[in-house]
């Protein structure tokens, strides 16, 4: 089993929808968790930081559940500039012991 | 901006060269990384450094060396370079304030590499 799971894609939604996407993780010693964002032959950059009492960019909501492991991303209002691959990011001490996600890959359509 | 630059960007080689890739940082941060990206796999992290010479070896080390000299520069060797170590190299860093370090990381662009 892989230490983080996430849902293996593609989305396909039009301009507008809302998207979820969710990780899971299994070592219980994580202590950050981020989602990033990587563009087709691209580099990954950090969308945001997840903290336990959830945190709100724009129209990006990201939640954290501790006790179960489990970690989501929110988008509204879709845009096409959206289209990407999103990769969940858990960390432990030390960026070292930082592991990425598969990714999942979103195509939003006009 | 992270100020990170890796090159070269594209590289074609042949198995049993020996290849050399270059990581650079403008903002003195203490740790590095290098990680490959193939499909179905993720990012895989090759090796780190926690500063000058100080380094170790991640989840996919074998085949790979590394040197940090400075702290602007890790490099990263493949001694002898094989058809499975065509991959996309990114270079990474965590950056630092002060005594501490944050768990982000911050990316290059990547090197494309190709191993004929």
């Known amino acids: 089993r892989k230490e983080v799971e996430q849902d293996p894609g593609p989305f396909n939604v039009p301009e507008g929808a809302t998207v979820a996407f969710n990780c899971t993780y299994s070592n219980s010693a994580s202590q950050s968790f981020f989602w990033y964002r990587q563009d087709c032959r691209k580099e990954p950059k950090l969308l945001m930081s997840v903290y336990s009492s959830g945190n709100e960019d724009g129209r990006f909501t990201a939640q954290l559940n501790r006790a179960s492991q489990y970690i989501s991303l929110l988008i509204r209002d879709s845009k096409l500039s959206d289209s990407a691959t999103y990769l969940c990011v858990v960390s432990r001490a030390g960026g070292f012991k930082t592991i990425f996600g598969a990714g999942t890959r979103l195509f939003v359509k006009a | 901006d992270a100020g990170i630059t890796q090159s070269p960007r594209h590289k074609v080689t042949e198995t049993g060269t020996p290849v050399t890739l270059r990581c650079h940082q403008t903002?003195?941060?203490?740790?590095m990384y290098w990680y490959r990206q193939d499909p179905g796999h993720g990012l895989r992290l090759i090796h780190y450094s926690y500063g000058v010479k100080d380094t170790d070896k991640g989840e996919v080390s074998d085949g790979y060396s590394v040197s940090r000299s400075k702290t602007e520069d890790f490099l990263l060797t493949l001694e002898s370079a094989t058809s499975s170590q065509t991959s996309v190299y990114f270079c990474?860093?965590?950056?630092?304030?002060?005594?501490?370090?944050?768990?982000?990381?911050?990316f290059g662009p990547g090197t494309r590499l190709t191993v004929l």
């Open positions: 903002e003195n941060h203490r740790y």
């Open positions: 990474a860093i965590s950056p630092t304030s002060g005594d501490e370090t944050y768990n982000e990381q911050f």
